[in-house]
């Protein structure tokens, strides 16, 4: 080439433009406490197993608060962490970034230094289908962080990819404005258009501490309906009950 560089990109190049969405709505105050109370399980009752994360993605330092807040959306090359510096750029009060990595768990998406700026605004936490690192170091600042890896590796700056736009993150589809709760049961995706149902169908998490606080537990009766469906079942396909009870 005459400028003496010599790319080493191989392939074939996308013909798609890279977009980058709107923001979605921001989370009301009332909202974000009532999603404080309610027991992460409880919600992914409540929202099944589409919008579930998968158990991959976990808390990656142990003094993790529990993430509350609205996705902004990235979808990055698998080790390529130019899109991620993007989208933090793009995140506001109350957001939780959401990176579809792909899985990539031997790099970092990035570290602490590059999430200062959108911290000071209001950064709620990571989501990552890939590696973080600095966790120390995040962890000191009481930022929930939660992917597949802790990894020291920073990858390179090639590729331009998409910001708030529909994204794939822990077998999950997780669009901007989603509400996403994570904590050390797991993540949770709430989409926008069923949060007033989700929130409905749960309540706040009672601290118990011994066998006595559960004689009112609402699920009782249905997990010994459970139960019993089992033994009826069991019983009618033949099976051999050597207890007889």
Not at 221 to 228: E, G, Q, R
């Amino acid at each position: 080439m005459s400028d003496g560089k010599v790319s080493t990109e191989l392939g074939h190049a996308s013909v798609i433009k890279p977009r980058a969405g709107l923001p979605g709505l921001s989370l009301p105050s009332d909202i974000r406490e009532a999603l404080r109370e309610v027991a992460l399980a409880d919600l992914s009752d409540a929202v099944g197993r589409l919008y579930t994360l998968d158990v991959g993605i976990r808390p990656l330092h142990v003094s993790m608060p529990r993430l509350i807040g609205t996705a902004v959306t990235v979808k990055a090359y698998p080790g390529d962490n130019w899109t991620i510096h993007g989208g933090l750029s793009r995140c506001a009060e109350g957001d939780v970034l959401v990176v579809d990595w792909r899985g990539y768990d031997q790099g970092a998406g990035t570290g602490v230094s590059a999430m200062i700026a959108a911290l000071s605004r209001g950064l709620s936490g990571v989501v990552i289908d890939g590696g973080w690192r600095d966790i120390d170091d995040i962890a000191a600042l009481g930022v929930p962080v939660l992917g597949r890896s802790n990894a020291a590796y920073s990858p390179g700056k090639r590729t331009v990819g998409e910001i708030n736009v529909p994204v794939a993150c822990g077998g999950v589809v997780v669009e901007p404005g989603d509400v996403i709760v994570g904590d050390f049961d797991g993540v949770v995706c709430i989409p926008r258009r069923a949060l007033d149902d989700v929130l409905a169908s749960v309540r706040p998490a009672a601290l118990r501490s011994c066998l006595a606080d559960y004689n009112d537990d609402p699920a009782g009766d249905a997990v010994k309906a459970i139960a019993d469906r089992y033994w009826e079942m069991f019983h009618t396909i033949g099976g051999i009950d050597e207890v007889g009870r």
